[in-house]
Structure formats: structure tokens, C-alpha cells
């Protein structure tokens, strides 16, 4: 069994830069694959970044790619989303998830957190 939990969200001016950690219970956390995913008001759940359990394989929604940079400490059971340049569309709740097999933007992740607001005010 996996939890994990999303902080780091809050209040930043377009061109800011904010960090993002998804943190996890579990001994087998190091084994999971990580996505982070946002809905913003309105809209479908969409793709953000996923990395695999080595942190070797990484993939990224072409929106924010550039901008954002998904790592992880294994030795922390923490993944990392660094967002750099925000944007007032980039406006959402964001969500980590976590699975097994590394398929990136497949929603079908087995634990989700609850989410972490992120505002980016123009």
C-alpha cells in the first residue's frame, strides 16, 4: 500500500517559480513510477510529467516542457515537480499519482493524492 501526499502549491506571479513535492508512505515507493497530473477549473484531468522508478526514464506534457523538471529522492520517498516560468494557464490543482509500470500519461495509476492548489496571477 502506497499514500502519497502533494505540497508545495500556493500563490505566484506569472514568470515565478514554485516546487512541488509528492510524498509517499510505503518501504516499496522506490519501486513505483510517478505521474503528475492537473485539472484546472472546468477542464479535464491532463498529463503534466511522469518519471520511472530510477528517475532514468522521464516524459513530460509538451506544454510544459522547458519549464518544468519531474525528479525524485528515492532515499526521501519524495518526487520533486520544479515549474519554472508559470504561466496564468499553468492554474490548477496538480495531483501526483503512482503506479508500477511506467505508461506515462495512461491515467490508470493505482494511489493518487488529494492535490495541491497552484494560482499564477498575471
Known amino acids: 500500500q502506497v499514500q502519497v501526499v502533494e505540497s508545495g502549491g500556493g500563490l505566484v506571479q506569472a514568470g515565478g517559480s514554485l516546487r512541488l513535492s509528492c510524498a509517499a508512505s510505503?518501504?516499496?515507493?522506490?519501486?513505483?513510477?510517478v505521474g503528475w497530473f492537473r485539472q484546472a477549473p472546468g477542464k479535464e484531468r491532463e498529463f503534466v510529467a511522469a518519471i520511472n522508478w530510477s528517475g532514468g526514464s522521464i516524459r513530460y506534457a509538451d506544454s510544459v516542457k522547458g519549464r518544468f523538471t519531474i525528479s525524485r529522492d528515492n532515499a526521501k520517498n519524495t518526487v520533486y515537480l520544479q515549474m519554472n516560468s508559470l504561466k496564468p494557464e499553468d492554474t490548477a490543482v496538480y495531483y501526483c499519482?503512482?503506479?508500477?509500470?511506467?505508461?506515462?500519461?495512461?491515467?490508470?495509476?493505482?494511489?493518487w493524492g488529494q492535490g495541491t492548489q497552484v494560482t499564477v496571477s498575471s
Open positions: 510505503g518501504r516499496t515507493f522506490s519501486t513505483y513510477s
Open positions: 499519482a503512482a503506479k508500477k509500470s511506467f505508461t506515462p500519461a495512461n491515467y490508470q495509476y493505482d494511489y
